[in-house]
């Protein structure tokens, strides 16, 4: 939207759970090498462990809207011959520059009507929406990228220095969403955005070069919609579609600019990846953030259906009006037939979960474990923060868990040995910080025994709040220990 430029008074600071506790943010960025660590850091792990998350450089205004608000910040850990070093480092875009040269908030939360006019922000940048590349971090084609919700990615150097936005040599203008899915046969990155405006719905394909092909209209979208991530599969681009509209009438009108509309049902998405018709399979209304990984199941006699391992919930909590409470997060399968346009539906575990990940060289394939980040139950100091790690194995439905009673702790991310196949020979990174103290840690968990807990804990010289979505690159140019760094 770019219709309210004219000088409006600036709206009040947002509260939220989520800039206090674990969550507050922080505003130090410093490079620090010689961690101190707890337990031995396994000698074999050697790269780095990135990850990215809402921190708000200036106190926010208007709305805040977690996870779709805040500046990103992404923070590296560098690992190798059982040292560590730490930086982390905001994502520049031009609207944080521009806050930092006013020395506070100038935008408000992304579903607001607020924008900010020329008087505060410039003719160029007045009216505009700010990027949000604070999503998730990934890697691919020679680009190290921080992700927004569906917009621009922002193209990161080798010390997390912002370079600026990428468009994919100007093949995709409008960006792509934070969670794209990376082949780990084909080395393709599969990649999808929504528009406010016709077409609704696009995806593509980003060749491991990082050659971008143009986008295709996902057919028979005729409303704006948000779909956070996907899955994929050897032939399909998985899209689940719930009915989590933008209203731009409403929002003008200064109300939300999403609407939840339960009665319209959930539909799932199976997209060629050679570009034939789309399947569309209906189902009752649910709601999704993440995927955990599709594959398709070779069983000829029921169609060859496409398996999806997702958290699923009632409604968006904090996005639907009406809503009272977080509610819960349940780790799912839904069974699609391409062919009869069906969805059979499974919840696979009692816990309260999100932030499923897999070891990455399973997507597309049967995958052997699903890690996962949730709640205890137990009565905690902040009630939105989790305090439980989860691994489920889909092959027995036996779950894994290790509590901490100590640490709120993040997403995991799998390393894996560089040199087995199998992922337990491997490890779960994650970062965690202690709910009293205010201290963080990377934790390293044997993916052989995680309900053991780390078998290493490297403290983290600054507080990491807690985030969203990272990455493990075992050859990360960055991931060159050396002994210089300190605190800038
Ligand atoms: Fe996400």
Known sequence: MTTTHAARPIPEPAASPYLTGPYTPVDAE????????????????????????PNPRFSPIGRFVYPLDGDGMVHEVQLAGGRARYRN???????????EAAGQALWAGITDAYRPGEDLVGPALAGTVRDLPDVNVVRHGGRLLALAESKRPFRLGPCLETLGPDTFGGNLPAGITAHPKIDPRTGEM?????????????????RPDGTALRPTPVEGVDRPGLVHDMALTEHYLVLVTAPLFFDLGQALAGGSLLSWEPDRGTRVALIPRDGGPVRWCADDTFWTWHSANAYE??????????VLDYVQWDAPAGLAPGRTGPGAGRLTRATIDP???????EQLSDDDVEFPRIDDRALTRRHPTIALTGDSGRPRLHPEAADTL???DPRTGATTRWTSPDLAVGELAHAPHPDSDDPDDGWWLTFATHRATGGSWLLVIPAADPGAGPQA????????PLG???TWLPDHPGSRLTTTGGTP
């Open 30 to 53: 410093v490079d620090v090498a010689g961690l101190e660590t707890v337990g031995e850091l396994p000698p074999e792990l050697e790269g780095s462990y990135l990850r990215n998350g």
């Open 89 to 99: 480092r905001f994502v520049r875009t031009p609207a944080l520059l521009t806050e």
């Open 190 to 206: 599969a990649v999808f955005c929504y528009h406010l405006t016709p077409p609704f719905l696009t995806w593509t394909v980003i």
């Open 297 to 306: 199941a070779d069983d000829p006699g029921a169609g060859n259906p496409v």
């Open 339 to 345: 062919a009869a346009g069906t969805v059979r539906r």
């Open 390 to 392: 989860f691994w489920f």
């Open 457 to 464: 804990r490297v403290r983290m010289p600054v507080r990491v």
């Open 468 to 470: 969203l979505h990272g």
